[in-house]
């Protein structure tokens, strides 16, 4: 792994920190798109009453000097607002834990004597600094003609019918919705979905869309499980809060599709290589193939819920419900940029591990000089070949089953 991250903190603790290493020397930063992306987190229908607390903003303590990375790690700080009314304060038993949180395995596992210290950090707050490490990454990938964005599909049962051609209309249209969703129509009535849903004392999961453009051919490897860039991607987004599936190109589609309707046809037009589709969503083989990579991530509706929810009580040994802890009742618009910036994470660290480099000088040339898909960037010759010569060494014999 060519870059590494690591965030640190508790929902209600002082802040939150991140470490960013392996960025090359040389970009310059501008923490105001921090601020930005930070700023898109906290924004969305669906929002709990933490978002007119938090005004998040991170603060640079290393890796950064005169506006540019120095190729030192980078450290970032992201103060909690919230923690001011925790501090000092007697905090009464949670011994409650809600189904779909993480709060009775966290117990099980690391012997708490209270429920709160997995919550504080099973929280969707941490996201937070994810947010951060991401927003430097998406300028890493900038200074190479990378963009990575996304957008709602579905929030509840609603889903974006009419979707505009083009994804930098998708995206501009989605950043002016509520909701996050390019589709006008769908917006208003995912706006709906969730209003009920506050009324009904209930919460709502959805779908999002992340697209990456400009991502060159050859990134990730087929050789290696772990190499391969659509696993590396499905990890990442995996990993946060709340999300339980995740499709590359029409991937859930394609389980109920014929092989000659899943895949996406070679033309050539003069020597290039072009395809007028792209349902495998720009990876074949674990190895980004040219075309815009489109992932998708299912989100489940978190399991904080106003209506109570049968549980134990793990200190009286009684059954009884869950108790409210402040929540969002759709975070599905406030997760896009959460995509995004692993989505950032995992194709900057692939384009650094297919070119490497210590500034970005250097890097910037070497992905100049990355092969697009052509007759003339392949080396085939149409010759046949012995792959395997008869002489050699004789592997131990089959033996009949």
């Known amino acids: 792994m060519a ?10 603790g002082p802040g939150l920190i991140a470490v960013l290493e392996g960025l090359p020397a040389g970009l310059k930063v ?26 998040d903003r991170a603060h640079i303590l290393s890796g950064v000097l005169a506006g540019q990375t120095t190729g ?12 001011a009314k925790w501090r000092g304060k007697l905090i009464p038993p949670f011994t409650t834990p809600r189904p779909g949180h993480g709060d009775l395995a966290a117990a099980l596992k690391y012997g708490y004597t209270d429920l709160r210290p997995g919550l504080e950090r099973a929280s969707a707050r941490e996201t937070a600094a994810r947010v951060a490490v991401g927003a430097l990454c998406k300028q890493f990938l900038a200074a190479l003609g990378i963009r990575v ?28 919705s509520p909701v996050r ?5 769908a917006s208003v009535a995912m706006e709906v979905a969730i209003q009920r849903a506050m009324q009904a004392r209930e919460t709502l999961g959805g779908v999002i869309e ?21 696993a590396r991607l499905a990890a990442a987004v995996m990993s946060v809060p709340a999300i339980k599936a995740v499709s590359l190109g029409e991937g859930w589609e394609q389980a109920a599709q014929l092989g000659t309707q899943a895949h996406d046809p070679l033309r050539l037009r003069d020597r290039d290589i072009v395809r007028p589709t792209n349902r495998a969503g720009g990876i074949e083989a674990g190895i980004s193939n040219g075309q815009p990579i489109v992932l998708r991530a299912a989100m489940k509706p978190i399991p904080t819920t106003l209506t109570p929810q049968p549980t134990v009580d793990v200190a009286t040994g009684l059954e009884t419900e869950t108790r409210y802890e402040r929540s969002d009742f ?28 210590d500034t970005m000088a250097e ?12 007759l003339d960037a392949l080396r085939i010759t149409g010759q046949p070949h012995v792959f395997w010569p008869a002489s050699d060494q004789e592997l131990p014999p089959a033996t009949q089953a």
Request: net charge neutral; proline share 9%.
């Open 30 to 55: 501008d923490e105001d798109a921090l601020v930005r992306e930070l700023a898109r987190r906290q924004k969305g229908a669906g929002s709990g009453p933490r978002m007119r607390i938090e005004r």
């Open 210 to 230: 992340v697209v990456a453009t400009g991502v060159p051919p050859g990134l990730g490897s087929h050789v290696h499980w772990d190499r391969r860039l659509d």
């Open 363 to 374: 890097v910037q040339q070497r992905f100049a000089a990355l092969p697009w898909p052509s």
């Open 181 to 185: 969703c390019p589709d006008p129509d």
């Open 149 to 176: 964005q996304g957008y709602v599909l579905a929030i509840g049962d609603v889903h974006a019918q009419r979707l505009p051609e083009s994804y930098t209309s998708r995206w501009a249209q989605a950043e002016a």
């Open 330 to 357: 759709c975070p599905v618009p406030r997760a896009v940029p959460v995509i995004e910036a692993m989505v950032a994470f995992v194709l900057a660290d692939a384009v650094l591990e297919k070119v490497g480099g």
């Open 3 to 12: 870059l590494r991250f690591l965030t640190a903190g508790e929902s209600h």
């Open 72 to 83: 030192a790690p980078i450290a970032l700080w992201i103060p909690n607002r919230d923690h």
